[in-house]
Each structure stands twice: as structure tokens, then as C-alpha cells.
């Protein structure tokens, strides 16, 4: 059964470097997601793409932040700077004609 | 402001046993409303439903909405231990007005099956 994949699993980084969490999508969805999930806390959506542009973005998803489609299969997210409090786990979705979102399984980020 | 709001936040019952779980919401632009299984990691997909009372079932799960009312619910019937887990609802709106929905999620209600 078709799953989306992330990398790493876990993320290890020191404040102000930049990251890079890489998703791999189910082949045939087109539309794409980022959420994040502090400890504890709910899953809150950063992001959404569809054909090579973000269609809507939260106000987490501030200019520290960015994704890119850079080829036919992976789904990128980026952080410039990254401060404590964005350590959480970072959950990409993708989803099909019907909207629904497949989730893979995360990265936890955890920022020092 | 948007926002999913699910009861019982936590919930322990025993093997056999037939549960309820609920999800209340308001959001702007309702599309969809969804329910995940979060078991150790990523949310696992188990229902969407955009039309009111048409109950969807699989196995011994089932999920209805009620658009007027602005809820759902999902039901486990015949309880086992492995569906101990935290289980999410989330509605796909508009809140930002984009033509792509987001999930917006509530924060879950964790259920333990003891044997």
C-alpha cells in the first residue's frame, strides 16, 4: 500500500542553523501539507501545495520558513534559523482527488 | 476563530466494551470532516465524511456527521486493547480563504482498553 515517507526520523540541530525535512509523497496525490505537532499540544497545520505554489500557510508558517517541490517526488520543508521553540514533530500529508490527507510519520525536530 | 473541540478528552474502558467519542466544530468554509488514529507517531486515516447522515463503517468503527448540528461522532463497537490509542478530528476548512483546505484539528480523546 502506497505511504507517505519522511527523512530524517529524528533532527538534532543547534538554534540558528537551518534544517531541511524532506517528504516523499504518495506518487499520485497533488496536493501537499506540512503540520507540526509540539509535545502534548495539538497537530497544527503550517502549509499547503498544489501545482508548485503554496495555496494557503498559517501564521506559524512565518518567513523563517519555506517548501519546495524540487523534482518529481520530494516534498521539502525549510527552516532559515531555527529557534527552541520549533522543535516538535513535523508530519507531511498528501492527498488525493478526494481531499483526504495520508500522513507519514514524522520528524521529530528537536532544537538545542 | 476556528476550532475543533472533541469529548471526552480521555476515556478507559474494558475489552468488549462499545465507545463513543465526539467532535463538536466551527470553522469557516467547512469542506470535510475527518478522523485520524494516533497510535505512537503520525495520525493513521480512518474516515472522511462531507455529507450529513450517511454513516460510514469499517469494521468495528463507524462515523457519522451531522452538518446542522455541527458534529460527528465515531463509535467502536466490541472494544480491543489494540485500539488503545488517541483519536483525532479533524475538519478540513478555508479558514485563509485558499482554494486548498487545511485540517484543523481537535485535540483527540485518548482511550485505553484494559483486558
Known amino acids: 500500500e502506497p505511504e507517505v515517507t519522511q527523512t530524517p526520523s529524528h533532527q538534532v540541530t543547534q538554534m540558528g542553523q537551518e534544517v531541511i525535512l524532506r517528504c516523499v509523497p504518495i506518487?499520485?496525490?497533488?496536493?501537499f501539507y506540512w503540520y507540526r505537532q509540539i509535545l502534548g499540544q495539538k497537530v497544527e497545520f503550517l502549509v499547503s501545495?498544489?501545482?508548485?505554489?503554496?495555496?494557503?500557510k498559517s501564521e506559524i508558517f512565518d518567513d523563517q520558513f519555506s517548501v519546495e517541490r524540487p523534482d518529481g517526488s520530494n516534498f521539502t520543508l525549510k527552516i532559515r534559523s531555527t529557534k527552541l521553540e520549533d522543535s516538535a514533530m513535523y508530519f507531511c500529508?498528501?492527498?488525493?482527488?478526494?481531499?483526504?490527507?495520508?500522513f507519514g510519520p514524522g520528524t521529530r525536530l528537536t532544537v538545542t | 476563530e476556528d476550532k475543533v473541540v472533541q469529548s471526552p478528552l480521555s476515556l478507559v474502558v474494558h475489552e468488549g466494551d462499545t465507545v463513543t467519542l465526539n467532535c463538536s466544530y466551527e470553522?469557516?468554509?467547512?469542506?470535510?470532516l475527518l478522523w485520524y488514529k494516533q497510535e505512537k507517531k503520525a495520525p493513521t486515516f480512518l474516515f472522511m465524511l462531507t455529507s450529513s447522515g450517511i454513516e460510514k463503517k469499517s469494521g468495528r468503527l463507524s462515523s457519522i456527521l451531522d452538518k446542522k448540528e455541527l458534529f460527528s461522532i465515531l463509535n467502536i463497537t466490541a472494544t480491543q486493547t489494540g485500539d488503545s490509542a488517541i483519536y483525532l478530528c479533524?475538519?478540513?476548512?478555508?479558514?485563509?480563504?485558499?482554494?486548498?483546505?487545511?485540517?484543523?484539528f481537535g485535540k483527540g480523546t485518548k482511550l485505553s482498553v484494559k483486558p
Open positions: 501545495f498544489y501545482n508548485n505554489e503554496i495555496s494557503e
Open positions: 470553522v469557516t468554509n467547512f469542506r470535510s
Open positions: 506518487s499520485n496525490h497533488l496536493y
Open positions: 479533524a475538519v478540513e476548512a478555508s479558514p485563509y480563504g485558499g482554494s486548498q483546505g487545511n485540517l484543523i
Open positions: 500529508a498528501s492527498g488525493g482527488t478526494f481531499y483526504e490527507q495520508y
